[in-house]
């Protein structure tokens, strides 16, 4: 019999509901207001209002204007009222009663409301745990850390959808759950899988150091009790909720056939990161990261690996550290990246007869393994994801001004030697060889000191998310695949968007609505980092001039746009640059 007890959620209570729904529809007004989905009129002393489609109900808030058209509203503040008076906050209804000034069709509303009921729900189960301190997450271990994060992507509001998880898998999977997660082994029949790795590494090395001798000997006693032989197979590791959900079912036959045989857990426990399908080492921090296919709906894309795409990701990885190792502007920055040392996929040839490359069929099953930070880092150094620079306490405090207080050395000195470590590397990758990341808070680590400065950046998801937009670049064979054609106009666009638009807008509202600094300050700090970096590399002042750092304004890409026209495949990757949605421009705060 199941009971009260079993299927109990304890996070959906009528406070907690509630003061979700207060956090999503601030985060809404805010987020449609800057990319101007929403025009909120004035109604003095920085209170403003919106209508809905039909003019019957409006929202009341108060808002702070900052740079880059940032929208900081205050939760507090947001009411909401109908023809007979105030009614109660409710996210569902806001996104209906807007329906058509979002853009969203009928087909997409649905999802997308399911997206935000997921969204709130997360939201209602971290505000069931210990709300801890800025000032002492921020001194906390990287683990902690990561898993202490409250908010994910700061543009996207649906930002937390994870469609397919159910309440208890969430509570087993989510990183902010933080439970301990051990990985499913498959045996994969070696004509249908495929392992690259990078220089220096080979499969056997690989598996021994991940597994041990005892794991790989009960593994091949599980095999040779089927009559099978280890030597015919090649191992890898699964998400247990994707052998559960997809891969038990959608590849049956493969199973049945034993050319996917089930092996069991590992011994190593692991912690989901913030990108879901990611795990940190905890028995083992030095081991590798290993990062697995999760057919989940998340924010704009089902978070599959594609077998055919993991091929040259050891190939682009290594050539990326290369490169960075051979320039003496990135070494001087100490920056470095961690590589995606290797990667296995599976081929399941009758759904890649089935279906084109695009298809979710055939990224149901992949793994890749990235190298671990820790056995970078020196005495009194310890690790902070950049996202939680943007992390805001319960009581309002913020972790980065949790380390500036920690660091003493002043808010614009500790701010420099943050922009030193961050953005200098960006910059340099662009401006030398037309490269470029995408360097969100999620996929960067930082390097703390012992007081709690930065000292340096490591960037991480390489293949996945790396351009090179030089046509003339000369490229090996196998990184090929990184190459973009983006019109000239374009290329800067995509460091101001993902650096200026999608963190520093939010850093700057952050520290300055806190009082840690003026946000002239800021902005200084920012101007002044790209001006010593460009007066270090004089040999670039062309490019200097013809992609304009200090231009007066830029184009606004709203990728809010991109998940409300299409939430299941927000952005073509082959096509990136195209398939942006661009609307006016923002006034660049460095050009004053």
């Not at 704009?300 to 040259?312: K, V």
Request: proline share 5%; net charge negative.
């Amino acid at each position: 019999m199941t009971t009260t007890t079993d299927i109990a959620v304890p996070h959906l209570t009528p406070e907690l509901w509630a003061r979700a729904n207060r956090l999503l529809i601030r985060k809404a007004l805010a987020e449609f207001a800057h990319e101007r989905l929403l025009k909120p009129v004035p109604l003095g002393e920085d209170r403003y209002r919106v209508h809905s489609d039909d003019g019957t109900v409006e929202y009341r808030f108060t808002a702070a204007l900052y740079a880059l058209d940032h929208w900081q509203v205050d939760p507090e503040s947001v009411t909401r009222h109908g023809a007979e008076g105030p009614l109660p906050l409710d996210a569902l209804d806001f996104f209906i009663e807007l329906r058509a000034t979002l853009g969203l069709s009928d087909e997409i509303l649905p999802v997308y409301l399911e997206e935000i009921s997921s969204t709130l729900s997360g939201t209602a189960y971290k505000l069931t745990k210990e709300q801890i301190p800025a000032a002492e997450l921020a001194r906390s271990d990287f683990q902690a850390i990561e898993t202490g994060m409250t908010e994910g992507h700061p543009c996207f509001v649906a930002n937390n959808g994870r469609l397919g998880f159910g309440v208890h898998e969430y509570a087993a999977y989510a990183p902010e759950a933080a439970s301990p997660i051990q990985l499913i082994w498959l045996a994969a029949r070696r004509d249908r899988a495929t392992f690259t790795s990078g220089a220096g590494l080979d499969y056997e090395t690989l598996i021994e150091a991940e597994l041990g001798t005892a794991t790989l000997e009960r593994f091949a006693a599980t095999l040779a009790a089927r009559g099978l032989d280890l030597a015919d197979y090649q191992l890898l590791p699964v998400h247990p909720w994707q052998w559960w959900n997809k891969l038990s079912v959608t590849f049956a036959a493969e199973v049945a056939q034993d050319r996917l045989v089930p092996l069991g857990v590992g011994d190593d426990s692991y912690l989901a990161q913030q990108s879901i399908r990611t795990f940190f080492n905890t028995s083992d921090p030095t081991k590798h990261y290993v990062k697995t296919a999760l057919s989940v709906l998340n924010m704009g894309f089902m978070r599959g690996l594609s077998a055919a795409y993991m091929e040259a990701t050891p190939a682009i990885n290594d050539w990326l550290a290369g490169l960075v190792e051979r320039d003496s502007v990135l070494q001087a920055a100490r920056f470095s990246i961690i590589r995606e040392r290797a990667a296995i996929g599976y081929h399941h040839r009758q759904y890649e007869r089935a279906t084109d490359r695009y298809s979710p069929y055939r990224k149901m099953l992949a793994a890749l393994w990235r190298e671990s930070p820790v056995p970078t880092l020196a005495p009194g150094e310890r690790l902070a994801t950049m996202a939680s620079l943007l992390h805001v306490d319960g009581a309002g405090a913020s972790f980065a001004g949790a380390l500036i207080a920690e660091s003493g050395v002043g808010a614009t000195e500790w701010l420099r030697r943050y922009l030193d470590a961050y953005l200098v590397p960006v910059l340099h990758s662009f401006y030398a060889y037309d490269l470029v990341y995408m360097p969100h808070g999620e996929n960067v680590i930082l390097v703390l000191a012992a007081d709690g400065t930065v000292s340096r950046a490591i960037f991480k998801d390489i293949a996945e998310e790396i351009a090179v937009m030089d046509p003339d670049a000369v490229l090996p064979p196998a990184v090929e695949r990184i190459r973009a054609d983006v019109p000239d106009d374009m290329k800067l666009l995509s460091v101001f968007t993902d650096v200026f638009d999608c963190f520093f807008r939010f850093l700057n509202a952050t520290l300055v609505s806190e009082g840690v600094l003026e946000e002239a300050e800021f902005w200084d700090a920012v101007s002044s980092c790209v001006t010593s970096y460009q007066a270090s590399v004089p040999e670039l002042a062309d490019k200097f001039k013809q992609y304009d750092m200090f231009a007066p304004e830029f184009a606004l890409s709203c990728l809010n746009r991109l998940q409300l026209r299409n939430n299941r495949q927000m952005v073509d990757l082959t096509d990136p640059s195209g398939a942006l949605q661009l609307v006016g421009t923002l006034s660049n705060p460095l050009a004053v």
